[in-house]
């Protein structure tokens, strides 16, 4: 049974968690848990839509942002005297491919004092970053958006997501197939850039969670069984670990017993550990 829990949220610096980190931290605590990590979002980009101007978690300024993050660390560092749980300090990073991107965001990143940083793709884009869109507000222009276009801009995430791992940055990629809790490239069409990434993960050993969020969302996890089924073959060449993505205190551990039942039974044995973790 895993003992630790590193994908988590919490709503200091108007992060889009719904308790403080005091609370998930004594929460997880109190659940047994022997680790947690706290991984808000790092998002990041010059065009960054304008719809998320009044949405704080969003920057087109990464001299800005880096602000926030030195207080969001701050604020951790100053709570681990307070708890007998080990606490890690990461953040969920929405990597871009762009030279000029990776520039600004390697400078920063050498700055922030963090335990690890995942991966986490939540944006459908043009290959250009000339257009970028956070799926979950995607509904709100999803009108304006031809079939044609949403049919390369989801190949684009998906591609996005392959370069993330190929990057070397992250300790761990979070919820492969994000876009279709939302029902975007959740059809048979999409399947190959799917085994993209299953390659790139397998090429790379570049661990995977099992995000347990899908359960209540989708009514599974995701990645979606047959791609955990796949990254499973011998044993599993890819080390991968349960997270439950919690926004609340309450979410900690969810599903993490039927998920531990799903991984016995795809007997994948190659399981991700604390000491896989890494500065980037």
Known sequence: ??????????????????????????????????????????????????????????????????????RHIEILQNLKSDFKIDIKIGFEVDFFTSPDWRKHFEKMIKKLPVDYIISGSHFLKEKDESFICNIFHFKNIASSIDDETLHRLIINHFDNIIAAIKSGYFTFIAHLDYCTIFGLGDTPEYDEYKYKIIEALKQTHTPFEINTSGYDRINRPHPAPWIIEKLSENHGLVPVLISDDAHFAEHLGRHFDQTEDLLQKLNYTNRFTLDMLKKP
């Open 1 to 70: 049974m895993q003992t630790f829990t590193l994908h988590t949220h919490n709503h200091e610096q108007n992060f889009d968690g719904r308790n403080s980190a005091r609370e998930m931290i004594q929460t997880a605590q109190d659940k047994g848990f022997s680790t947690i990590g706290v991984t808000n979002h790092l998002i990041v980009h010059p065009n960054m839509p304008s719809y998320t101007a009044d949405m704080p978690m969003f920057f087109n300024n990464f001299d800005e942002a880096e602000k926030v993050y030195m």
